[in-house]
C-alpha cells in the first residue's frame, strides 16, 4: 500500500469512520481528481456506496457549489471534498450538516500535504484542539501582539469556540483534514488595531513581504505591503464591505503542519494563529459572502482576557 492510501485509508476509516453500506459522496474538481479517486477507492475498500463526482473549479474560496452538488451532499451519510477551492465556508456544506451528513473539506490537499499531516497523532491534536477551544469560549477579549508589528483586540464574549479535532464520525459534524486547530468567531464589529501577516495568506501563498491590514469597528479599512497586498485587494474587491469583516481567529495545533502557502495546512502549524476576513456564517458569526480568507501570523503572543497563553508562538 502507497503511502498516499495509507493516508487515504486513516481519512475514511478513523477520521470519518465509514462504514459498509453507507452512502459516500466524494466531491472532486480537476485539479484534485488523483487524490479524490484515492478517496474513492478507500471508502468502496469499506464496503461503502461510494460516489464520483466532478465540478468545475471555483473561482474562489467559499463559492457555492452546483445546486445539484448540494442536494447530494444532503441526501448521503457522508461527504469528502478535496477540492482546490474550499466549500468549508458554504450554504450547501452548512446544509448538508443541518440535514445529518457527516463531512470533511480537503481544499487544495496536495499528496505531500496528505502523506505528511494525515499520519499525525490525531488523539493528542483532539486534545489540543479541545483545551484551547474551552480557552476561547470562556473568554471575553483576545489581544495578539507580534514583533512583526501586529496588535489587534477584539471580543469574544459569548461566542463558542470550535476544536478541530479530525475525528468526525457522529452525524452532522463536520471540520478540515488536515485538522488541528482551535477557532472563533470574534463579535463583529469590536476588532481594533493593525494585523501583519507574515506566514502566508490564503488565495496568496507563502508572502515574499508581509500584508499589513489596518482595522477598524471590524472591518479592514487600509491594506498595504507589496504586491501579495494588491492581490488581496483585486481578491476582495467584487465581493463588498463584508468580505474585509474580520470573521475568525484560530490557533493552530497539528504539530506535523508546517507552512507551505497551502492554507489548509498553514492554518494548523502549531505556534501560528490566523485571522480570517469574510464569512463566518457557519461556525457562530453573522456575516455571510462568498469569500473567507485566512492570514498565518507567526510566533505571536496572544492574551486571553489578560493571560499569557502563547508566547512568540509556544502554547503555554
Not at 481519512?11 to 474538481?29: F, P, R, S
Amino acid at each position: 500500500m502507497s503511502e498516499l492510501q495509507k493516508a487515504a485509508q486513516i481519512a475514511v476509516k478513523d477520521c470519518l469512520g465509514i462504514k459498509t453500506g453507507e452512502q459516500v459522496v466524494i466531491i472532486a474538481d480537476e485539479p484534485s481528481r488523483k487524490i479524490a479517486k484515492v478517496l474513492w477507492e478507500e471508502a468502496k475498500n469499506l464496503g461503502a456506496e461510494a460516489i464520483y463526482v466532478e465540478i468545475i473549479q471555483r473561482s474562489n474560496h467559499g463559492e457555492e457549489p452546483p445546486k445539484a452538488v448540494a442536494e447530494l451532499m444532503k441526501a448521503a451519510d457522508v461527504f469528502i471534498a478535496p477540492t482546490s477551492k474550499s466549500l468549508s465556508h458554504t450554504r450547501a456544506r452548512r446544509e448538508a450538516n443541518q440535514a445529518g451528513t457527516r463531512g470533511a473539506t480537503l481544499p487544495g490537499i496536495t499528496e505531500e500535504i496528505m502523506k505528511r499531516t494525515l499520519t499525525a497523532d490525531y488523539q493528542k491534536i483532539k486534545k489540543r484542539s479541545i483545551e484551547y477551544a474551552e480557552k476561547l469560549t470562556r473568554g471575553k477579549e483576545v489581544r495578539i501582539v507580534t514583533e512583526a508589528g501586529t496588535d489587534i483586540t477584539m471580543s469574544i464574549d459569548g461566542r463558542e469556540a470550535h476544536p478541530d479535532t479530525g475525528i468526525y464520525t457522529e452525524a452532522g459534524v463536520f471540520g478540515n483534514l488536515p485538522a488541528g486547530e482551535a477557532y472563533i468567531a470574534p463579535v463583529e464589529g469590536t476588532a481594533e488595531g493593525v494585523i501583519v501577516v507574515d506566514g502566508a495568506m490564503a488565495g496568496i501563498g507563502v508572502l515574499d513581504e508581509p500584508i499589513k491590514m489596518k482595522v477598524e469597528k471590524g472591518y479592514v479599512t487600509e491594506i498595504t505591503g507589496g504586491k501579495g497586498a494588491k492581490k488581496l485587494e483585486e481578491l476582495l474587491a467584487k465581493y463588498g464591505k463584508d468580505a474585509r469583516n474580520i470573521a475568525e481567529l484560530g490557533i493552530g495545533t497539528n504539530d506535523q503542519a508546517i507552512i507551505t502557502g497551502n492554507v489548509l495546512e498553514d492554518e494548523k502549524v502549531m505556534g501560528t494563529v490566523h485571522i480570517a476576513i469574510g464569512d463566518n456564517k457557519s461556525f457562530g458569526g453573522k456575516i455571510e459572502v462568498d469569500s473567507h480568507l485566512d492570514g498565518i501570523i507567526n510566533k505571536p503572543d496572544l492574551y486571553i482576557d489578560g493571560e499569557k497563553i502563547m508566547e512568540k508562538g509556544k502554547l503555554l
